[in-house]
């Protein structure tokens, strides 16, 4: 058999994720690697360990990246907190929702769904009647930033009202984390997950997670063991845990976590907030130019994520058929709707690295132009309402 070698094109990655990568993760991955019991390496845990807990806002303990992409710390928090029995309440207000609401019932748990409008924000409504309805419920589960929409859900008030009715949270965190607002110290989450992809702006597969001390003393309780070996937290904890020490538990993706490492560095070089605001102010300009053009937001301005931006198709426009001819033209990468809004919305990404004026100019004016050339939009609005956002901010 006779293969080349594998050589990408450059794209501009403004999708739902992954976001494009710093340079200087890309440059980490290519460090030399050593063994992942080596006392230089185990050194490096304990300080991402610390950078992690930074961009979370929290002091727990129980902090690091699962060696797994997001959807396995999502099953992380699920299979050491869930136990067969259980009751659940799951927030659906998207494809995440009720991704959560399937790791309940593979743990051997009931489910009770507080379902919301995809588009809509968790009602703390609907949350409060079923934790009165539900007094032997266990967990609250929902999504903070529902990839699939872009919306953002209340963390602070839900972990509030889960605490008044002796529930442990569950929060995904996979888009928010690095991007928007997220204090789990403050907030009174209790397990939490995200992942390496988005606003972190490393390469996909690893996740982040963190579980209060609530939630240990739940899992070092348990009276059934954890349904995953590799993701038992009981043995985990062993490779993961604190003093120098590290008890055998898997080969870790040495690479992936020097790049984990470094993007955790480039965040706390800007500063947690700085980065917020970042992110805050290119949706900004973003969200004008996209208005310039006459697209609408799927989410209300009050409940919409700045990384993650669901806009109307124009009637009659193929969405296919556009992002098709960014690829093509551009090399700029945007994503497609899901569920009910496939074929509906774009979902444009402003995430970690790629949240800056040149890829917010480089979708506008590729997008202006392919549209422009369908007849749905007439050229020249778009960068100029945007160019006037920034100079406002």
């Known amino acids: 058999m006779q293969a080349k070698s594998f050589l990408p094109p450059q794209r501009t990655l403004m999708g739902p994720g992954p976001s494009d990568v710093n340079p200087r993760v890309l440059s980490a991955m290519s460090r030399p690697i050593i063994g992942h019991l080596d006392p230089v390496f185990v050194g490096m845990m304990e300080e991402m360990k610390g950078l992690l807990q930074y961009a979370f806002q929290t002091e727990n303990a129980l902090t ?124 009174g989450v209790d397990a939490i997950y995200s992942g390496s992809q988005k606003c972190l702006s490393c390469t996909p597969g690893l996740s982040p997670v963190s579980f209060s001390e609530r939630a240990v003393e739940r899992i070092q309780a348990r009276s059934h063991k954890v349904q995953s070996w590799f993701l038992d937290l009981n043995l985990v904890m062993g490779y993961w845990g604190g003093g120098g020490k590290r008890a055998y538990h898997h080969t870790a993706p040495i690479n992936a976590l020097y790049a984990l490492h470094e993007s955790l560095v480039i965040l706390a070089e800007e500063g947690l907030e700085n980065s917020w605001n970042r992110h805050a102010r290119h949706h900004a300009a973003l969200r004008a130019g996209l208005e310039a053009m006459g697209l609408t937001f799927l989410v209300d301005e009050a409940h919409r994520l700045p990384q993650l931006n669901a806009v109307h198709v124009p009637a009659g426009v193929d969405e296919a058929a556009v992002r098709a001819e960014l690829l093509e033209r551009y090399n700029l990468e945007i994503g497609a709707g899901l569920g009910p809004y496939a074929g509906k919305v774009w979902r444009i990404g402003l995430m970690g690295h790629g949240a800056n004026e040149r890829n917010v100019s480089l979708c506008l004016s590729a997008l202006e132009a392919v549209l422009a050339d369908m007849g749905a939009v007439k050229p020249g609005q778009a960068l100029a309402a945007a160019r006037a956002r920034y100079k406002q901010s």
């Open 64 to 187: 690091l990246p699962v060696s797994a992409p997001g959807s396995a710390g999502m099953e992380t928090c699920f299979a050491n907190l869930v136990e067969p029995g259980d009751k659940a309440i799951v927030c659906i207000n998207g494809v995440f929702g009720t991704r959560m609401k399937e790791n309940v019932e593979r743990c051997g748990g009931t489910a009770v769904v507080v379902e919301d409008d995809w588009g809509a924000p968790v009602s703390p409504g609907k949350v409060e009647d079923a934790l009165k309805g539900n007094p032997d419920a266990k967990i609250l589960a929902f999504v903070h930033a529902e990839t699939s929409t872009g919306a953002c859900s209340d963390v602070e008030t839900l972990c509030r009202l889960a605490r008044e009715h002796d529930c442990l949270t569950i929060v995904d965190a996979v888009t928010s984390l690095g991007g928007s607002p997220l204090k789990v110290d403050d907030w």
